[in-house]
């Protein structure tokens, strides 16, 4: 399957749709186990996660995957003891993959990639790559020969900006890890209950609406299946806080959006994109 397990809300209270907080070990315990009965073995998480890390350590098997993510450089923060922090708390040899959390960081220490490199070579870290927020990021790293074995990137049914960039990407061998997928809950507001900040997003969440009601979906079906149905995307990764959340995806999952409802979405269109970036 190609769902990936998001930790952030495992180690701190995050998100504009999460009312649950941070889940406690029976939940998480209750929610790898769902997972890997339904083949989702992957987790994502990061140094800056809190302590998701830690606890990725205590309760997952040696099923699941596991990606972390690094970033924050400093002498007494270096990638050298982040990554054998990671493995500690993670209570791993070696890991499935690392990305560079922040890749504007990588522009400017650019020594850090063979660092990494050198960690694949010894085989503790299978695939590298980096986090990315905007493609001319992207750009300027393949610029400088940074090929990755993995990006991860924002990706959903109203930002689609890094989609000129698929077909190269795997033409690469590049995998493809999308995250954002419903805009940190967003896409689950309400347009009543929208607050006022999200003014310039109500009018394309109104055209979301509509395709949904006029193809019998529910939010989720519809954002989840419009990302999972792309043939470029490996990995979808999502935040989960329940098992009974993590139970909803997966039933959604097996929804087929038809060709035309993908070109209905694919024809919303949105001038100030600003709101799109989860920092924001």
Request: with cysteine; aromatic share 8%.
């Amino acid at each position: 399957m190609k769902i990936a397990l998001g930790t952030v809300q495992w180690g701190l209270d995050y998100g504009v749709a999460n009312t649950n907080g941070i889940p406690n070990d029976k939940a998480l315990t209750n929610i790898l186990s769902l997972a890997i009965d339904n083949n989702i073995n992957l987790l994502d998480t990061a140094v800056q996660y809190g302590n998701a890390e830690k606890r990725i350590g205590q309760l997952a098997t040696a099923e699941n995957k596991i990606i972390t993510k690094i970033g924050s450089f400093s002498d007494s923060n270096s990638l050298e003891n982040q990554l054998e922090n990671s493995f500690k708390n993670l209570n791993r040899a070696y890991i499935y993959g690392c990305l560079f959390h922040n890749s504007n960081e990588l522009l400017e220490n650019k020594q850090h990639w063979a660092e990494l490199l050198n960690y694949k070579k010894t085989g503790k870290i299978k695939k590298i790559g980096y986090s990315l927020y905007a493609p001319e990021v992207l750009v300027a790293l393949l610029k400088e020969g940074f090929l990755p074995d993995i990006v991860q990137i924002p990706y959903s049914i109203l930002d689609r900006t890094f989609e000129p960039y698929f077909e190269l990407l795997k033409e690469k061998g590049v995998e493809i890890h999308v995250r954002s997928v419903f805009l940190q809950g967003l896409y689950f507001k309400s347009l009543k209950e929208l607050d006022p900040i999200y003014a310039d997003l109500r009018q394309s969440l109104k055209s979301v609406q509509l395709i949904r009601e006029r193809n019998d979906l529910s939010v989720l079906e519809l954002a989840l299946c419009y990302v999972t149905q792309n043939k470029f995307i490996d990995y979808v990764v999502l935040g989960i806080e329940t098992a009974q959340q993590l139970a909803q995806i997966i039933k959604a999952s097996e929804k087929k959006l038809s060709q035309k409802t993908i070109e209905e979405i694919k024809l919303i269109q949105l001038e100030n994109k600003t709101m799109l970036n989860p920092v924001n």
